[in-house]
């Protein structure tokens, strides 16, 4: 059993950045890949970015590629998601999300097991 509670959110103005973290709280972090989905009004949720039970491997959903870096810190038991040059249409609730497995990122919903409540970013224009 793996508690996720995420936060870092707020109000910015595009061209801001911001730092999303996800503690985790549970046996074996370590062993469990890890991703970030957001969910804007009106939207369905969706993948942003995920990272390994080892972090050698990251994914990034394309709009995010190259604004966004997912990372983890295993002895804080620790997921971030790094958020630059954020846009109006990066306004979401951002969720963390946990899966037991290793190697590779999964960028699917349904693959995840544990979630957190997530943690609202809005951004101006």
């Known amino acids: 059993q793996v508690q996720l509670v995420e936060s870092g959110g707020g109000l910015v103005q595009a061209g801001a950045s911001l730092r999303l973290s996800c503690a985790a709280s549970?046996?074996?972090?370590?062993?469990?890949?890890m991703g970030w989905f957001r969910q804007a009004p009106g939207k369905e949720r969706e993948f942003v970015a995920g990272?390994?039970?080892?972090?050698?491997?990251?994914d990034y959903a394309a709009p995010v590629k190259g604004r966004f870096t997912i990372s983890r810190d295993s002895t804080k038991k620790t997921v971030y998601l790094q958020m630059n040059t954020l846009k109006p249409e990066d306004t979401a609730v951002y969720y963390c999300?946990?899966?037991?497995?290793?190697?590779?990122?999964?960028?699917?919903?349904?693959?995840?097991?544990?979630w957190g409540q997530g943690t609202q970013v809005t951004v101006s224009s």
């Open positions: 999300a946990a899966r037991p497995a290793s190697g590779l990122v999964a960028t699917a919903q349904l693959a995840y097991n544990y």
């Open positions: 549970g046996r074996s972090f370590s062993s469990y890949a």
């Open positions: 990272i390994s039970s080892t972090g050698g491997r990251t």
